[in-house]
T-cell receptor
Framework: GAVVSQHPSWVICKSGTSVKIECRSL??????MFWYRQFPKQSLMLMAT?????????EQGVEKDKFLINHASLTLSTLTVTSAHPEDSSFYIC?????????????FGPGTRLLVL | RKEVEQDPGPFNVPEGATVAFNCTYS??????FFWYRQDCRKEPKLLMS???SGNEDGRFTAQLNRASQYISLLIRDSKLSDSATYLC?????????FGKGTRLHILP
């Protein structure tokens, strides 16, 4: 299947710093990527849909000024957690769709664990 | 009511047994369906797509019932390595909707 990478795989930072997470589609182009967050023992929560060349679409309750998304190319989307606080500590996962229309499949990156101290 | 609903479990099943999960979806406009598995502290991985005709991959069988709006996953001869959370995923328009997942524990 298609491969999606994320970098870094884990981050520990001090409260107030900004953290940038990269999501790359390695062997296909993705006009749309998705960013999720997952707290321990909870389900995946979609944060935003990242669209290449245009603004991201955020889910209700997700602050767009806090979680900056940039989808500058067909293979790269970035999520920046600005002024991170301990409550932002979570598992952040990106995904991208691959395949033909009607038979598209979602492939996930390996995730980034963020711990804010 | 959530758009995709699953029994959260956990299902505690002895090794070698057959286990079945169901998932219901509320929007009849849903177009495609998938089962993913997620291991603890890992990302979800695609297990199989679900087609109207049903599909089988080794010990795993997935079925879709559009009239009743449910999807099922059957695991035969369960292995310890099958222990995971199984996520039902529905694609509607451009949205991907996840169920909360069903936890499966295979007991030795």
């Amino acid at each position: 299947g298609a491969v999606v990478s994320q970098h870094p795989s884990w981050v520990i930072c001090k409260s107030g710093t900004s953290v940038k997470i990269e999501c790359r589609s390695l062997d296909f182009q993705a006009t749309t990527m998705f960013w999720y967050r997952q707290f321990p023992k909870q389900s995946l929560m979609l944060m935003a849909t990242s669209n290449e060349g245009s603004k991201a679409t955020y889910e209700q309750g997700v602050e767009k000024d806090k979680f900056l998304i940039n989808h500058a190319s067909l293979t790269l989307s970035t999520l920046t957690v600005t002024s991170a606080h301990p409550e932002d500590s979570s598992f952040y996962i990106c995904s991208a769709r691959a395949g033909t229309s009607g038979r598209e499949t979602q492939y996930f990156g390996p995730g980034t664990r963020l711990l804010v101290l | 009511r959530k758009e995709v609903e699953q029994d959260p479990g956990p299902f505690n099943v002895p090794e070698g047994a057959t286990v079945a999960f169901n998932c219901t979806y509320s929007n009849s406009a849903s177009q495609s369906f998938f089962w993913y598995r997620q291991d603890c502290r890992k990302e979800p991985k695609l297990l199989m797509s679900v087609y109207s005709s049903g599909n089988e991959d080794g010990r795993f069988t997935a079925q879709l019932n559009r009239a009743s709006q449910y999807i099922s996953l059957l695991i035969r001869d369960s292995k310890l390595s099958d222990s995971a959370t199984y996520l039902c995923v529905v694609n509607r328009d451009d949205k991907i909707i996840f169920g909360k997942g069903t936890r499966l524990h295979i007991l030795p």
